[in-house]
């Protein structure tokens, strides 16, 4: 296996007004192509930030992220969007979908951006609705769904590109159990089959066991990683 992403000494202060917060105190992480990654930990602790790191969504305060050994601080505006576009899928913590589009209209934005033909959107649209359980669904638009609805609708926009990298916050959190399980199983097909690569953050242990390894997170800092084999054995290993 390769690296897709590294990340070196993170750390991520935001400023509001004249208080500030340290939201990521020195963060390092690797992440192998085709590898299912969880990330864990409380509210508060820092990993919606790290994930919107390692896609180029904001930029940490010092440290780097390197995606497929490119430095993402160096690329201008333009290169970094258009990585975004069609390397990265990203399902936002808060759905994020635009209310005036239809469910597969919604899923065609990324295709559209990247100059799609409107037919060929359609199909690959109705094809990654399909995949998430939404395709009767198509027509209507976000404020006609359930939130767990919604979320699948954004799960579906975020895999439609094909992306190398999925970033998922709380995919999960608005789904009944049998959905939930259904979205692993697409997560676990995707990354078994297609050879993508699956960093989700969670807060169901069910959920991440699904992944090759988890990250526990506390106060900005990683402080366990542990493995899952999927023959159900559990390996600690640098807790710190
Ligand atoms: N834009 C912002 N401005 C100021 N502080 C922020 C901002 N975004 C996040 N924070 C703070 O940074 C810390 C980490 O936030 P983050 O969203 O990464 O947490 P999280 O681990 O994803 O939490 P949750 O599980 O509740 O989603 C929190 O204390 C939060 O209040
Ligand atoms: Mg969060």
Same mark, same amino acid.
């Given at each position: 296996m390769s690296t897709i992403i590294k990340a070196i000494a993170l750390t991520k202060t935001y400023q509001s007004g004249s208080t500030s917060h340290q939201a990521l105190r020195g963060v390092d992480v690797e992440i192998e192509r085709g590898e299912f990654v969880a990330i864990m930990g409380p509210s508060g602790c820092g990993k919606s930030t790290l994930l919107h790191l390692l896609g180029g969504i904001d930029k940490a305060t010092t440290g780097q992220v390197h995606f497929e050994a490119i430095d993402m601080a160096g690329l201008s505006e333009t290169q970094l969007t258009q990585l975004r576009r069609r390397r990265i899928g990203f399902v936002f913590q808060k759905g994020l979908l635009l209310p005036m589009l239809t469910a597969r209209e919604n899923v065609c934005v990324p295709l559209k951006l990247d100059g !799609? =033909?409107? =037919?060929?959107? =359609?199909?690959?649209? @109705?094809a990654a609705l399909e995949a998430v359980g939404m395709a009767q669904r198509a027509n209507h638009?976000? *404020?006609?769904?359930? *939130? *767990?609805e919604a979320q699948r609708v954004a799960i579906a926009r975020a895999i439609v590109t094909d992306p190398a990298v999925i970033l998922a916050d709380e995919p999960t959190g =608005?789904? @009944?159990? &049998?959905?939930?399980?259904?979205?692993i199983e697409l997560f676990r097909s995707l990354v078994r089959d297609h050879n993508q690569t699956l960093i989700l953050v969670t807060h169901d242990p069910e959920v991440a066991k699904a992944a090759d390894r988890m990250i526990r997170m506390r106060d900005g800092? !990683? &402080?366990?990683? !542990?493995?899952?084999s999927h023959a159900d054995r559990l390996t600690k290993t640098a807790a710190s």
């Open positions: !799609v =033909a409107a =037919a060929e959107c =359609a199909k690959r649209a @109705d638009r976000p *404020g006609e769904m359930s *939130g *767990g =608005a789904l @009944d159990s &049998v959905n939930s399980l259904r979205i800092t !990683v &402080v366990e990683t !542990v493995l899952f």
